[in-house]
């Protein structure tokens, strides 16, 4: 079984910091590692998704990487701003349960003005 | 853009009740399942839907029920509700890519 942790639990950061969200799965045979963005009490927002022939991907602030080898994958921020405070999940697909997703915990993201 | 909907969207019921979650997509995508949200414990996946018909379980089937009769639609069955069954139920459609989309959510109260 896919197990996927997220660190740290929680972030509180001022306005402007880049940041560095990590995410590591035990089963690097993975498909697709996803990260989401989830606000208080609303659903899941596709954020990037990396699959497992790609190492990163980009979408404006945004920065993923992907590391299968070393079972690691990280978000970066740039520029963090107030409306980035959300909670932010990764999950990893595993290949020979593929669709399945396996999430971690999040990490709760705090960014004050 | 891909697009998920879920009703109800808040449910508060009393054991034993049967009810009903359901869930649409409106891109024809194969692939669609179901994950309940528990606080300490993250998303798990329920059941799954690889095609019309074709459903299996997931990590915590118990208590639940799907089907899949069509493409565009995949409700979520409590035939006999239970507290432990209290929780954020999600439902998921998984694009050509791999990427997943997620319904808004329902929050569901047993008491």
Not at chain 1, 12 to 23: A, I, Q, R, T
Not at chain 1, 75 to 82: E, G, R
């Amino acid at each position: 079984k896919q197990e996927v942790t997220q660190i740290p639990a929680a972030l509180s950061v001022p306005e402007g910091e880049n940041l560095v969200l990590n995410c590591s799965f035990t089963d690097s045979a993975i498909y697709n590692l996803q990260w989401f963005r989830q606000d208080p009490g609303k659903g899941l927002t596709s954020l990037l998704l990396i699959q497992s022939s790609q190492r990163e991907q980009t979408s404006g602030r945004l920065n993923a990487s992907l590391d299968k080898s070393s079972g690691r994958s990280t978000l970066y921020i740039a520029a963090s701003q107030p409306g980035d405070s959300a909670t932010y999940l990764c999950a990893a697909d595993r290949g020979s349960t593929l669709g399945r997703l396996y999430f971690g915990r999040g990490t709760q993201l705090t960014v004050w003005p | 853009e891909a697009q998920v909907t879920q009703n109800p969207r808040y449910l508060i019921t009393v054991t034993g009740k049967k009810l009903t979650v359901t869930c649409s997509q409106n891109m024809n995508h194969e692939y669609m399942s179901w994950y309940r949200q528990d606080p300490g414990l993250g998303l798990r996946q329920i059941y799954y839907s690889m095609n019309v018909e074709v459903t299996d379980k997931g990590d915590v089937p118990e208590g639940y029920k799907v089907s899949r009769k069509e493409k565009r639609n995949f409700p979520l069955i409590l035939e006999s509700p239970s507290p432990n069954q209290t929780s954020l139920y999600f439902c998921a459609i998984r694009g050509v890519r791999g990427e997943q989309f997620f319904g808004p959510g329902t929050r569901l109260t047993v008491l």
